[in-house]
């Protein structure tokens, strides 16, 4: 299964036109002061404060490829579906609630996993006020449109606690006229029984109108600004009673030497868990992408997730290098365990926290996606399947899609 990003796409924002009968030599004043005060506020208050929504910053925005609309609210379309626990399923039920609408495919492994982390992080990061926010997907393939495929799929990617989630399937053609509907592309291979399906995420206000749209992709594995960004859009939809910051952290803007999505940190040389005598770079490798992966073999999520890194490493080849952070094991320990996991990339040892602390690792594992000039590109918290970071690769770099 693949998915397919649109382009990136800006809210539409309307100019300021000063009126016709103004004489010249005023109105090239006025045009003049107008471009000082559009530098300084921008094209309102927003702008101000770079706020594209209340608590929403345009970097974040960025994020999400957040298209406000701010003018013509449609009314979402209709459906009437089943979801994962074989009830009912409709968007009138969801009125008096914000909804944050999405189309997965109930068989995919990468993309929409990645969503379903987004998803699961977001309802957390809205507290008190995810009784007001409903998580609401359409299944986006024909081929597996059985609720117990659906529940199956939810249940496997951790959103089967949430109460607040649903996941609507029914025949092909009520799913197609649907597809239609929102008008998502849907391309279908009978003979794989496979599709390549639309990424909008559309926003949805408690009285049925589409207020905003974005967009999971790639900076999806992004998991908590994304995360973040997402639950705070679904909040500013609501009544401003009901408004709220919610938690979890706002992707800030990238700066010299940082660290932050963006940003270009500088290498630091970590000695070689296999060889302490050695050190190797944590920076970009001869031009290629890296995946840095901090760990360490108390990690129980690290233990799952090593293999499946290794996997990666061994279908990537040497067009992504890879590097191993173990971050508090000694080097027997650390080597042992690497060991017992059948890693062969390149393993650095940080018991001295040195790169962990300069990258601000909030837990393990994490991994961090550097492109060939060393800007970092993803932050992901958590495990990556192989099957993830397969598709992560592949969209960063599409020479890889081709096995060159």
């Not at 994304?226 to 990238?254: E, I, K, N, W």
Request: aromatic share 8%; hydrophobic share 40%; net charge negative.
């Amino acid at each position: 299964m693949s998915d397919t990003p649109r382009p990136p796409s800006h809210g539409k924002r309307r100019p300021v036109r000063p009126s016709q009968w103004i004489p010249w030599i005023v109105l090239a004043v006025i045009v003049a002061v107008g471009i000082v005060i559009a530098l300084v506020v921008g094209f309102g208050t927003a702008r101000a404060t770079d706020q594209v929504e209340p608590d929403i910053n345009q970097t974040s925005a960025t994020l999400l490829q957040l298209d406000d609309i701010h003018t013509d609210h449609a009314t979402a379309p209709a459906y009437d579906l089943t979801d994962q626990h074989g009830k009912p399923m409709t968007a009138s039920e969801f009125h008096g609630r914000s909804v944050v609408l999405t189309f997965n495919d109930d068989q995919c492994e990468d993309l929409c996993t990645l969503l379903a982390q987004d998803i699961a992080t977001a309802d957390h990061d809205l507290g008190a006020a995810a009784k007001h926010v409903a998580f609401v997907s359409i299944n986006a393939n024909p081929y597996y449109p059985n609720v117990s495929t659906v529940k199956a799929w939810t249940d496997q990617h951790g959103l089967g606690k949430l109460k607040n989630w649903y996941f609507g399937t029914a025949s092909p053609a009520t799913l197609a006229t649907i597809w239609k509907k929102y008008g998502v592309p849907v391309e279908l291979d009978a003979q794989d029984k496979t599709v390549v399906h639309g990424t909008e995420i559309f926003f949805i206000s408690p009285t049925g109108k589409e207020v905003a749209l974005g967009q999971f992709g790639t900076e999806s594995a992004d998991t908590a600004p994304f995360a973040h960004t997402l639950a705070q859009m679904a909040v500013d939809t609501l009544p401003s009673a009901d408004r709220s910051t919610v938690a979890g952290p706002a992707l800030p803007p990238a700066h010299k030497g940082g660290t932050q999505i963006g940003a270009t940190p500088p290498p630091t040389k970590l000695p070689d868990l296999r060889n302490p005598d050695q050190k190797i770079s944590t920076g970009s490798s001869h031009g290629t992408y890296t995946v840095v992966n901090f760990w360490a073999s108390t990690c129980t999520a690290c233990v799952q997730e090593l293999p499946a890194l290794e996997r990666a490493h061994h279908d990537l080849g040497s067009s992504v290098a890879f590097r191993g952070i173990d971050v508090s094991d000694t080097s027997r320990a650390g080597l042992a365990f690497a060991h017992r996991t059948g890693v062969t990339y390149p393993l650095l040892n940080d018991t001295q926290g040195t790169v962990s602390g300069q990258y601000r690792i909030t837990g393990l594992p994490y991994t961090v996606i550097l492109n060939p000039k060393g800007k970092i590109v993803i932050r992901h918290a958590g495990a990556f399947t192989a099957e993830q970071l397969d598709y992560i690769m592949q969209t960063l770099d599409p020479k890889l899609a081709d096995g060159n």
